[in-house]
Every structure is written in C-alpha cells, then in structure tokens.
C-alpha cells in the first residue's frame, strides 16, 4: 500500500486512523532519512491511540513507554551504535513480551533483531510538503 501526504498535518491524520486499525500485539517499523517525518508519524500514531501526552523521539533514552490502552512502546534506535548494545539493553523482551503496540524509528539499526511479523512502513521524501509512505505486511 502506497499513501502520499501533503503536510505534516496530513501525515498525522494518516498515522492516527492507522494506528486505530491495529490490534495488540503489533509491531511497526519506521525508516526515512533524517527530516522524513518518523516522528510526526509517531505524534500521529499516538494520538490516535488516545495519547495525549507530548510525543518525541526517545533519541537519549531509546524507549519511551505510554500506558495507554492499547500500551504504546516507542524506540528510536539512532543512537544505537551495535546490535550488541541493543541485546545489553535488553529490548528484546519488549519485542518477546509486547503486550501492546511497538513504534520504531530507525529500524534498520538494528536490523534482523526485529522478528516478523511487523509492519514496514518506508518514508519518502517527494518535496518540502510530500511524503510517500509505503506501507507493506512482513508476515
Ligand atoms: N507531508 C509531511 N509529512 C510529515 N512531515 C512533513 C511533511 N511536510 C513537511 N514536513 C516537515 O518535515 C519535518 C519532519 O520531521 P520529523 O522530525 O518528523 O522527521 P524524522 O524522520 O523523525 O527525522 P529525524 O530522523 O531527524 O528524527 C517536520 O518539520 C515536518 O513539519
Ligand atoms: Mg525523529
């Protein structure tokens, strides 16, 4: 499935009827590059469900934990420098144990850890406004 945005706006309104479709236990990973707009989805996501809380990008602290229901786990594996440091984190339990929704931004960090089935959804930067974001089922 492709979907292209025009606006921030947009992109939020996207992530939050998408992440309303879900049902727990999900996992979804975000890749684009830097300015793609992983982090406006993942405000996008958590509004949908029900989040109110200011969402940023976990970029010190990897996770960010939010007791919604469904649960909210959001990474963001920039910082991640190894796989070796992600298993000394201990973050495969959430993966083994995730008893809600898991957000990630910067997968391909930590590439190959993460086992299906998820849902990929790839950022593209078309122009200063639009975004195509390619979503795909990893079974
Ligand atoms: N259609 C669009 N969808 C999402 N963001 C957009 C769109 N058009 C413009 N933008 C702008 O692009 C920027 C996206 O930034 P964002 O922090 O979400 O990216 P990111 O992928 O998380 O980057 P980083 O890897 O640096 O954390 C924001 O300033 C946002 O306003
Ligand atoms: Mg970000």
Redesign the pocket.
């Known amino acids: 499935m492709e979907i292209i945005?025009?606006?921030?706006n947009?992109?939020i309104e996207f992530a939050s009827n998408f992440a309303k479709q879900l049902t727990p236990p999900s996992i979804v990973l975000l890749s684009?590059?830097?300015?793609?707009?992983?982090?406006?989805?993942a405000k996008g996501f958590a509004k949908g469900l029900n989040i109110s809380e200011i969402v940023t990008?976990p970029?010190f602290t990897i996770l960010n934990e939010y007791s919604s229901n469904p649960k909210l786990y959001h990474f963001d594996m920039?910082r991640l420098s190894s796989k070796e440091e992600a298993y000394e984190l201990g973050f495969e339990d959430y993966f083994a144990k995730n008893d809600g929704i898991i957000l990630v931004?910067?997968a391909e960090n930590v590439k190959g850890l993460i086992k299906p089935p998820y849902t990929k959804i790839i950022?593209e930067k078309i122009s200063?406004?639009?975004?195509k974001f390619v979503v795909e089922e990893v079974k």
């Open positions: 945005t025009s606006s921030a947009q992109t684009g590059d830097l300015g793609a707009g992983k982090t406006t989805f990008s970029t920039y931004e910067w950022i200063n406004t639009e975004r």
